[in-house]
């Protein structure tokens, strides 16, 4: 019989797991406990959840989300990192962290609608944010109109040019 704590926490879990639009399977054994607030520190500037739970109960989470194929990577001591805005910024926050430290290791992703193994997580972590990609396109859509400007300017340069000569010309 499932106790009240397990059946809170599962609903907590299902409505984050549900509401987030990447979840990071972490083994995180091997942390001390200043490595583990330090990441935790990392995790709420850039606005993820991270939380160890229960296999079980993550499990269930999942269940209730129609989440199907988590189970191969719920083994083990297991912490999530919910994203609920920028799918890659835990990527990004545990790719920075696991520069000083060994851990934790990504065993999983849930990633927009799509599960992944942890081999992708360096894949990921490379991927530009929501900003540099409109930054990007921004800077693509104003390069043929500056390029635009410049050609059609050019032409009224060289005429402006040729008055300015000749102007010199007949003064002379």
Do not use: C, W
């Not at 001591?77 to 835990?90: K, Q």
């Amino acid at each position: 019989m499932p106790n009240a704590k397990n059946i809170q926490q599962v609903e907590e879990l299902t409505q984050k797991l549900g509401k987030a639009k990447a979840i990071y399977f972490t083994e995180y054994i091997g942390l001390n406990v200043e490595d583990i607030t330090a990441l935790r520190r990392d995790f709420h500037k850039n606005d993820v959840d991270y939380q160890v739970a229960k296999n079980t109960l993550i499990k269930l989470a999942a269940k209730n989300n129609d989440y199907e194929g988590m189970d191969a990577y719920l083994s083990g001591p297991t912490a999530i990192a919910l994203s609920y805005e920028d799918p890659t910024g835990p990527a990004r926050v545990l790719k920075n962290f696991t520069k000083d430290h060994d851990l934790p290791e990504v065993k999983g992703i849930y990633f927009d609608g799509n599960l992944f193994d942890g081999s992708e997580f360096k894949r990921i972590a490379e991927m530009p944010t929501k900003e540099e990609l409109l930054a990007k396109f921004a800077a693509l859509l104003s390069s043929p109109m500056t390029k635009l400007a410049r050609t059609l300017q050019a032409p009224m340069a060289d005429v402006g040019y040729a008055l300015s000569n000749l102007k010199e010309q007949k003064s002379n």
